[in-house]
Every structure is written in structure tokens, then in C-alpha cells.
């Protein structure tokens, strides 16, 4: 199984963990691209299901798919939300954000009764930051500052699209840190939150409840405890 069948495999995986009917947190990034197509799928077959986007990559997708969409000053009720990752570690935390959607993202997962994460067995690792940067979504008002402060923590990089600055759906700027493998990953997202004009961090602690794992050998469900 290569990269791109393993995605897929987790996709159809998480299919399987949903409700019968109601409304889903439809996460971004190229793995939850796959499990928006087969919810997709699910409605034009008449499942009754509603959607909650976490970009607006997602959102023009979903509207492609003929998705129903709740909008985003409406109270949501979701009960699941499906998103992929970029790192998971022993505890089921995550490194998100490689899709610079970390800050929509990070809130429909709080929204969210219940949260699935699906990934290729690439991503997991035993200590975070063994294999990623954090993201960090910043605000431009002062933001030369916060990248100051944030080198502090790691090499800093300002995430590019092309020659031109990245920019998120809410108009913001995206500070990749190295910060290398995190021994309490809530120390390190702690120290970033404490910077004035940091928006959200990328780091997922505590956030999922389920991850899909797929891999040659097959799919695999890892549950957090407690
Ligand atoms: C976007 C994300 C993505 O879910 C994460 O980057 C994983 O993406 P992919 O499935 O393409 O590897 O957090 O902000």
C-alpha cells in the first residue's frame, strides 16, 4: 500500500465511525480531502448529514459535493468531526496545521462531540516534533515581534505559498518553529499561548479521541485513554 491508498484506506475507515444521520466537522489537508468526497458520496445516496468546514478549501468542496453546510455564526451540534494530522504521538496528541487551517480547525474539534483523526502510519512518532514544526497562527499587527519571541522556542520560518507570504483564511500569518522532540508538549504550547498576537498553536493535546491508522498491514483504530 503506498501513501496515497493508505490515506484513502483510513478515509473509508472513518466512514465506518459515523453517525447515521447529523451533523459532521469536515476537517482539510489531502487525507480529510478523501473522507469529505466519500461523505459526499454518503448524501447524494441521501444520507442526511450536515457540515461544518474547517477551510475554505473544505467548504468550496464540500458545496461541490452538494453538501449542506451550517454557517459560521450559527450554533453547531456537531457530532463527529473527522480531520487528519501531521505527527500523533503514544498519547494521541497531534501536530496540526501543515495546511495552515490549525486555528478553524482547532475549534471545530472543541465543537465537536467527538473527534476521529486519520492518518498514514508515516505520521506517527514516539515524541512530537520528532518529525514536525509546530505551526503557529500569528497576527500581522506586530508579528515581527512574535517571531522574535517565538525563536526564543525553535528556528522560526514563516510559511510561504510560492514567493509570497502565506496567508490564513482569517488574514493571518503562519511561523513554522522548530522546536524539536518535545518531552510535555503542554510546556511548550503553554510558552507559545503566552506570546501577545499568537492566534493558535498547532499543537492538538488531548484532542482526539479516536486515530485511524493505516498501514500494509492494514487499518488499525488507536483509542485515548481517559
Ligand atoms: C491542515 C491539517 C491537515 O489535516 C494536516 O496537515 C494533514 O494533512 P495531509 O492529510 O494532507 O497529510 O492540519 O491544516
Redesign the pocket.
Known sequence: MNQNEA?LAAARAAVDLLPALGTLGL??????KLFVDEVGARVKAGAAYRGVPT?QGTRLQAEALGIPLLGDAEMWDILLCV????EVDAQLNLI???????TR?KIVNDASKKNVIIVDESKLSARLGEKWHVPVEVLLFGHEHAKKRLGELGKVSRRMKGDAPFVTDAGNAIYDVAVGPMDDPRVVDRAMRAIPGIVET?LFLGRADVVVVAAASGVRLLERKG
Open positions: 490515506k476537517g482539510s489537508g489531502s487525507t480529510a477551510s480531520d487528519g494530522a501531521d496540526k496545521g501543515g495546511g495552515g487551517a490549525l480547525e498547532g
